[in-house]
DNA sequence: TATAAACTATTAATAAGATAACAAAAGAAA
DNA sequence: TTTCTTTTGTTATCTTATTAATAGTTTATA
C-alpha cells in the first residue's frame, strides 16, 4: 500500500505530465490550423535549420523516433508537397530529404504566431523561475537516466 | 524571426515535453511488462478507487478522452477479462463498467512496484523542489489557459 | 403528444508511436 | 571472393488519440 510520501511524489510526476500534454495538445490544435501535425512541423523546422542534407535516418536520431514511423511522416509530407524524397547516388539505401519552398512559406507562416504562443504560455514565469524550471528537470532527467538502469 | 528571449521561453517548453515523453514511454514500457497499456491501467485505477459505478463517460471525462477513445479501451480491457461491461437498467444509452477480479489482482501486483520506480525517479528532488515544481506547473497551467482564451 | 434538442456509445477516417519481420545495399571478415 | 553483419528504408500489426458521422435513448419544449 501506498504511504503519504509515495502519493505526493505520484503526484508531483502526475501533475508534470498533465501540464505537458495539455501543452501537446494546444500545439496540435495550432498547428492543425495550418494543415499539418506537431509532428509534421518538427521534421519541416529540423530540415530548413540543418546545415547538411539530411536522411530518413538522420530524421529519426532528432525525433527519437523509430525509422518506420519516419517513412509514415515523410509520406504525407511528401503528398502535400512540403517535403521532397531523393535517392543518394551514394548510397542506394538512402533517401535525403529536403524542404520545398512551399514549406518554407508554411514555416514562415507558422513560425512568428508560435513564438507568440509560447510567450502567453510562460508568462507567469520570472528568470527565476524558468532557471529553477530548468534545474528541476535537469534532476529529473537523471532520475530517469538512474531508474533505467536499475530496471 | 525569433529573438533570444523567444529561444529561451521555447527551450524551457521544449525540455518540460521532453522530459514528460522520456516519463511516458517509461511508464508505457512498465506497464508492457504487466500485459497492459499505460491508458488501461489508468482506467483499472480510476475504477478501483471510484465510491460509484461509472459509465464510458465518466472514464473519458477522469482520463480527459474521448468518448470513441474509451470505446476502444474498454473493447480491450474486456477482452482480457480485467473490467466488465454491463447495460444500464436506468438508462439503456449506459454502460456501467466495473472491475473484476483479475482486474484488481493486476493492480495489487503492480502498485508496490510502480511507486518504488516513481521514487527512484524523484530520488533528486528534495521537499523544496517539489514545491518549486508544482508551483511553476500551476504558473503554467494558468498560462495554458490564459492563451487558450485569448485564441 | 409530437417534435426538437441533448446525450451515450459506436464506427470510420487519419495520424502517430512501438515493435517485428523483411529486402536491398553496403561494409567487414573469413 | 564469398560469407556474415550492419544499416536503411518499407511494410504490417497493435494501441492510442482526434474528429466527424451515426443510431438509440432520454429530456425538454412547443
Known amino acids: 500500500m501506498p504511504t503519504d510520501t509515495d502519493q505526493l511524489n505520484n503526484n508531483s510526476i502526475r501533475k508534470l505530465v498533465h501540464v505537458s500534454e495539455a501543452i501537446i495538445k494546444a500545439a496540435d490544435r495550432f498547428f492543425a490550423g495550418f ?30 523516433v523509430s525509422r518506420s514511423n519516419i517513412t509514415g511522416i515523410i509520406d504525407r509530407l511528401e503528398k502535400t508537397g512540403l517535403v521532397k524524397r531523393e535517392g543518394s547516388a551514394d548510397d542506394r539505401r538512402v533517401n535525403h530529404i529536403t524542404v520545398t519552398k512551399k514549406g518554407i512559406d508554411l514555416i514562415n507562416k ?24 530548468a534545474e528541476i528537470l535537469d534532476r529529473l532527467d537523471r532520475g530517469l537516466k538512474r531508474a533505467e538502469d536499475e530496471l
Open 35 to 64: 494543415g499539418v501535425t506537431t509532428a509534421q512541423y518538427d521534421v519541416l523546422v529540423i530540415l530548413k535549420y540543418s546545415k547538411n542534407r539530411l536522411t530518413q535516418s538522420d530524421l529519426g536520431i532528432n525525433r527519437v
Open 110 to 133: 507558422v513560425e512568428d504566431k508560435y513564438f507568440e504562443n509560447v510567450k502567453k504560455l510562460v508568462w507567469f514565469l520570472d528568470e527565476k523561475d524558468k532557471k529553477g524550471l
